[in-house]
């Protein structure tokens, strides 16, 4: 299977060796391959234990790339991934420091292969410091940073499921850490460790949030700021429907339409949008207002208004809202419902051109590709430092 014959978008002609890992390094190199990168994912021989309870096919973030399967205790492997190397752009590894290095592949390994490699290392807290060898997960690297705290109702912070360590401040942050190399290796010719750790990357989600409390804007404390539905005209509202519409009227126009549209204009209680000794009340009256009709009819109700109001759909609904329906922004495939790449670009688009293969599905056509002799590939097989399956 040629992937150059059926991949598109702005990163085609480069290529990514991923060694398999959990979240966040599936899920840049699912980046990367959705936009024309040809990622071939190098997979133990069997399933990790420590995977989520997930088929390996099933996985949104195994699309659009091979999978290999190589036992990487084997020298032979070892060895097969090094000649990869040579014709490789990227590698993207996951593991706590230290670990490529013992198997062999570190990056004075990979890069003596081939001194232009961008070698790409997404960790919860980094290479270094006194936390680099402590096992971890999202939450434990949001903890850290202050975003935790200021997350969920004010009883206590609430986990936003794993988006802000794994995902945004893991996966993204190597993805652009990734292409800012590569771009640098073009002209260079000289390749580079790229140190993504979600601890710092869910620092740099703060900024704007850091930038506020500096100025004594943003209080410690949950359920008492502007965006953390501690103000009544940001905040989410059940209906009477067991549903909920959740309004962002910040600036005062969005304001004033929201309060017209509810009657509330000429009521003193809301003429103070920001008044946080206010808010409280007003969320008690906010809170009775919208229980006393349905989802729909809220809808409805400021259809014609700017107030920044939304319905707040479920993971069912989500992908035939009529705004994504129109854009596309799920893709509907025989697999299920998945998000569709992006960003989008005029002239090169990402595509999801490939499902995620089932481990070890490609271990010879893509080896073979990246132009591994055939006997080689069957020693390999034959003596179980790969799998086919």
Not at 3 to 15: D, H, I, M, Q
Not at 256 to 283: E, R, Y
Not at 284 to 313: G, S
């Amino acid at each position: 299977m040629d992937y150059e014959t059926f991949a598109s978008g702005p990163l085609k002609g480069v290529r990514i060796i991923e060694i398999a890992s959990l979240a966040p390094g599936p899920f840049c190199a699912m980046m990367l391959a959705d936009m024309g990168a040809e990622v071939i994912r190098i997979d133990r021989t069997q399933e990790n234990d420590e995977s989520p309870p997930l088929d390996y096919d099933k996985n949104i973030l195994n699309r659009n790339r091979r999978s290999i399967a190589l036992d990487l205790k084997h020298p032979a492997a070892v060895d097969v991934i090094l000649d990869l190397c040579q014709q490789a752009d990227g590698l993207i590894e996951g593991f706590r420091p230290g670990v490529m290095e013992r198997l062999g592949l570190g990056p004075a390994q990979c890069l003596a292969a081939n001194e232009a490699l961008v070698y790409g290392r997404i960790t919860g807290w980094g290479q270094d410091g006194p936390l680099a060898q402590t096992a971890g997960h999202d939450i434990n690297y949001i903890a850290l940073t202050g975003a935790l705290h200021a997350t969920g109702p004010a009883e206590r912070p609430f986990p936003p499921l794993n988006l802000v360590g794994d995902f945004a401040g893991g996966g993204m942050l190597l993805a652009f850490g990734l292409v800012c190399a590569l771009f640098e290796a073009n002209h260079s010719g000289k390749g580079q460790v790229v140190d993504a750790a979600m601890i710092d990357g869910t620092a740099m989600n703060m900024a704007l949030t850091y930038s506020l409390f500096n100025v004594g804007l943003w209080r410690d404390q949950r359920e008492a700021n502007l965006v953390d539905g501690g103000a009544p005209f940001y905040r989410v509202y059940k209906t009477n429907d067991d549903k909920f519409i959740c309004v962002g009227a910040i600036e005062p126009k969005f304001y004033s339409n929201f309060i017209g549209v509810l009657g509330l204009t000429d009521d003193p209680l809301f003429a103070s949008q920001h008044n946080p000794a206010k808010w409280p009340k007003m969320i008690e009256r906010l809170d009775a207002i919208f229980a006393a009709k349905t989802r729909a009819d809220w809808v409805r109700a400021f259809d014609d208004a700017e107030a920044c109001i939304m319905p707040v759909h479920t993971l069912a609904e989500a992908p035939d809202a009529p705004h994504n329906a129109h854009r596309g922004t799920f893709a509907h495939t025989k697999f299920g419902v998945q998000p569709s790449p992006a960003p989008r670009f005029s002239r090169t688009p990402g595509a999801i051109h490939h499902e995620p293969s089932i481990l070890g599905a490609d271990t010879r056509s893509a080896l073979s590709d990246w132009g591994v002799p055939d006997e080689k590939i069957e020693r390999l097989i034959e003596t179980g430092a790969a799998v086919q399956s």
